[in-house]
T-cell receptor
Framework: DAGVIQSPRHEVTEMGQEVTLRCKPI?????LFWYRQTMMRGLELLIY????????DSGMPEDRFSAKMPNASFSTLKIQPSEPRDSAVYFC????????????FGEGSRLTVL | KNEVEQSPQNLTAQEGEFITINCSYS?????LHWLQQHPGGGIVSLFM???GKKKHGRLIATINIQEKHSSLHITASHPRDSAVYIC?????????FGTGTRLQVFP
């Protein structure tokens, strides 16, 4: 398997623009997680899905952030409108259902909002 | 106080040295992960533990559930081990992360 695939790897945009980050989890994995990493706050969970259903979105910063998982092989994280404080690396990760499931991370999407 | 505390925050070593990174947590967990992140790079899961000890090559991870403490050891450290090591505990389905330990190994 190719692992968790994220795109784009890098995105530079201007404040106010819409940003869409994409993730393809490992086939057969039931859980998908979106994390954000910044120097100030480290890694934070934004939202996670189980069998394509959002389970906990309490980490989503505000209404400008939204995430969807229309099927088992694809998820998006959207920021609209983007702000400079959204600049961070966004990681997607997936794992299988069982409690011993290892977590596999994508390479991350580095977002810079000017 | 953070729910997951790591020490030290920064660590430098000479190649060949034995290294220990510690992680303490204050909540009930179902598992503990050790993650590795190279500068500008992605995150790799090194170990997932719920009890005892695991070994992979030069890396050893231990956990003491009663004391809520885990250690990551690197034997015969090498410059390629230079990275940030992150401890994360799993509560139900969510991970709570430590702030990481930045390790630099010099030749």
């Amino acid at each position: 398997d190719a692992g968790v695939i994220q795109s784009p790897r890098h995105e530079v945009t201007e404040m106010g623009q819409e940003v869409t980050l994409r993730c393809k989890p490992i086939s057969g994995h039931d859980y998908l997680f979106w994390y954000r990493q910044t120097m100030m706050r480290g890694l934070e969970l934004l939202i996670y899905f189980n069998n394509n259903v959002p389970i906990d979105d309490s980490g989503m910063p505000e209404d400008r952030f939204s995430a969807k998982m229309p099927n088992a092989s694809f998820s998006t994280l959207k920021i609209q409108p983007s702000e400079p404080r959204d600049s961070a690396v966004y990681f997607c990760a997936s794992r299988q259902r069982d409690s011993t499931g290892e977590l596999f991370f994508g390479e991350g999407s580095r977002l810079t909002v000017l | 106080k953070n729910e997951v505390e790591q020490s030290p925050q920064n660590l430098t070593a000479q190649e060949g040295e034995f290294i220990t990174i510690n992680c303490s947590y204050s909540v009930g967990i179902s598992a503990l992960h050790w993650l590795q992140q190279h500068p500008g790079g992605g995150i790799v899961s090194l170990f997932m533990l719920s009890s005892g000890k695991k070994k992979h090559g030069r890396l050893i991870a231990t956990i003491n559930i009663q004391e809520k403490h885990s250690s990551l050891h690197i034997t015969a450290s090498h410059p390629r081990d230079s990275a940030v090591y992150i401890c994360a505990v799993r509560r139900v389905d969510k991970l709570i992360f430590g702030t990481g330990t930045r390790l630099q190994v010099f030749p």
